[in-house]
């Protein structure tokens, strides 16, 4: 492949992996991203074993393993029975395999150094609407309707509302989820908490409260966890014209653990609210025009995938334009590449979301029941363990990857922040 002039719209980890590759491989990049100052945008995510090889691939797993909490379970509960409703664990599977729990700052942060002093050209405050192709070139438009550039290739990688992708050819239909959730990343001082888990509390479908333990921002940050509480987004504004007390009341009588973290939230500033929406694009591509992460395909992050996804799109495209001498066959090979692991994520995540946010009390029902007995039979638990993991379908072999060796990972960077002994609310 020749040198492409590339630009890629949105410094998220799909923009800013997608930006590293890409220059690596000798092409001119230019990230354009629409805030002042490129930043990250809310709480904690879990990176997966896909998502971790691919920052291994570009040199940055040591530090994200430094940053990030090694979680190798993720457990739940019914709130007030305390019958244990989800327990996936790695382990489950052979290979040695974990996730990390991590400050979306820490990856952002990691990212984003990596790209400066790579050199690649970052504008901001660029706010863009629209991508066309025009013969060969494709031509990124601003809010004011002027061109923002001309390129060999356009990425979009500005995520789930990405106005880019409504314009294109190949627009997804959006379905607007019902449920969303208030997030807040809290100091963990004082917290009783299994640091090594995904620990959450149900009530039914409706209550979904969780603690993420997502590590430090910065090497000397203190530790901290990303805390959830899954509500109805119509019932929101209903939720904090009630009060902050009568809302901390509530998760309290459900989940009286959470009290440390809750002292910490002194008004509703403090949480953001996580709106989500499910769509598809297929293909991902509109002429000269290429969509990943987010942007391509979103849905809620009950499996915790979006991050991980983003950052595999962004390799397998960077692979596909590494092996074919032409633009448009790299981008269909690409759109092929990412077709099933996309489909199979995107309709588990469809499938399994119900069964956790809805108002649906027989899901709730058949969740506690049926699912958590036949989630202790084999092979469902190494079943749930490569869900979790990403890696139902190998999504390595066509980004040109090979998976971590985990248990080499650990010997290499050792184990002691990872898995140190804690109170464990299991
Ligand atoms: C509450 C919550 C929890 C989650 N938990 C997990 C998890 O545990 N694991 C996981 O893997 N994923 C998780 N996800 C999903 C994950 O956050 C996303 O999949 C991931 O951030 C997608 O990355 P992206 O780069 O595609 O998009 P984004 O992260 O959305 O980045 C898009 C970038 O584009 C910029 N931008 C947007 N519009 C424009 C524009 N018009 N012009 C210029 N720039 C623009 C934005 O400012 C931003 O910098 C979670 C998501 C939410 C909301």
Not at 139 to 158: C, F, N, P, R
């Amino acid at each position: 492949m020749k040198t492409l002039d590339i630009g890629i719209a949105g410094a998220g980890p799909a923009g800013l992996a997608a930006a590293l590759i890409l220059s690596r491989q000798g092409h001119r990049v230019e990230l354009i991203e629409r805030f002042g100052q490129a930043s990250p945008v809310g709480s904690g995510l879990m990176l997966q074993p896909t998502g971790l090889t691919v920052l291994s691939a570009l040199g940055l797993l040591q530090p994200m393993l430094g940053l990030g909490r090694r979680i190798d379970r993720l457990y739940g509960a019914d709130a007030k029975t305390g019958r244990t409703v989800l327990d996936v664990r790695y382990d489950a599977l052979a290979g040695g395999r974990f996730g990390l729990g991590v400050q979306r700052s820490a990856l952002f942060g990691l990212l984003h150094a990596a790209v400066l002093a790579a050199g690649i050209s970052v504008r901001t405050g660029v706010t863009l609407t629209a991508a066309t192709t025009s013969g060969r070139k494709a031509v990124l438009k601003d809010a004011s309707g002027g061109v923002a550039g001309a390129y060999d290739l356009v990425i979009d990688a500005t995520g789930a509302r990405s106005a880019i992708a409504a314009q294109a050819a190949t627009a997804p239909t959006v379905r607007e989820l019902a449920y969303g959730a208030f997030w807040a990343t809290l100091d963990s001082d004082g917290l009783a908490h299994d640091p090594t888990a995904l620990t959450q509390r149900y009530d039914r479908a409706k209550v979904m409260i969780g603690i993420l333990p997502a590590g430090r921002a910065e090497p000397e940050d203190r530790e901290r966890v990303a805390f959830f509480w899954s509500v109805k987004v119509g019932d929101a504004d209903a939720v904090k014209r009630a009060g902050l007390q009568t809302w901390k009341a509530d998760i309290r009588a459900h989940w009286p653990d959470c009290g440390p973290l809750l002292d910490q939230i002194e008004d509703w500033d403090r949480l953001s609210l996580a709106r989500y929406c499910h769509r598809t694009m297929r293909p991902p591509v509109a002429g000269r025009v290429v969509f990943v992460g987010d942007s391509a395909h979103s849905t809620s992050p009950q499996l915790g995938q979006g991050a991980n996804m983003a950052l595999i799109d962004a390799a397998t495209l960077a692979h596909v334009l590494s092996l074919n001498d032409d633009v448009d066959a790299a981008l269909a090979a690409y759109g092929r590449a990412r077709r099933y692991h996309i489909g199979l994520f995107q309709m588990l995540s469809l499938a399994f979301t119900p069964f956790y946010q809805s108002d649906s009390a027989a899901l709730a029902w058949v969740r506690d029941r049926l699912v958590a007995t036949i989630a202790r039979v084999a092979p469902a638990p190494a079943l749930l363990a490569s869900i979790v993991s990403g890696t139902l379908i190998d999504p390595f072999a066509a980004a040109g990857l090979k998976e971590c060796d985990w248990a080499a990972v650990a010997a290499e960077f050792g184990r002691p922040r990872m898995i140190e002994a804690a109170p464990s609310l299991a």
